[in-house]
């Protein structure tokens, strides 16, 4: 583990983290596909592994929320970075919005590689893990 992330770089990694949870709350696939490299590859352990912005694009499109939801995410770590790559592995909490109010659903965690495309830090593997 480095010990010394440059601070830009673990800002832009925080920020495509919470951008995605936001897109992925509003049900914007194109927002989240956006978030990612041309090749980059989405994997829901156990569900679905997406590999393109296209194919991103309509798997998450299916994902579409039905009710209102939220991901909360915490405790991000990123664990390497050099100018051009990062990794950060966080944790998830998602809820769902029903009668009695809000719950808890599922928590898990996010495996992630960045990298810099176009001057903006984007996924190019996430790895989403929910626990059992």
């Known amino acids: ?3 010394s992330i440059d601070a830009s770089v673990a800002a832009a990694v925080q920020t495509a983290i919470a951008a995605y949870a936001q897109a992925l709350d509003a049900g914007r696939a194109d927002e989240i596909a956006a978030l990612y490299t041309p090749d980059g590859v989405a994997e829901i352990v156990g569900m679905a592994r997406f590999e393109g912005r296209e194919a991103i694009r309509q798997g998450f499109g299916g994902f579409a ?3 209102p939801q939220l991901h ?7 664990t390497s970075a050099t100018e051009d790559e990062a ?3 966080s944790n ?3 809820f769902a ?9 599922t928590v898990g965690r996010y495996d992630d590689v960045l990298r810099r495309h176009d001057g903006a830090w984007l ?3 996430r790895v989403t893990t929910f626990a059992e």
């Open 1 to 3: 583990m480095t010990t």
């Open 65 to 67: 929320p039905q009710t």
């Open 72 to 78: 909360l995410i915490a405790n991000t770590v990123v």
């Open 87 to 89: 990794t950060a592995t």
């Open 92 to 94: 998830l909490a998602f």
């Open 97 to 105: 919005r029903g009668k009695a109010g809000w719950t808890v659903q």
């Open 123 to 125: 996924f190019q593997h």
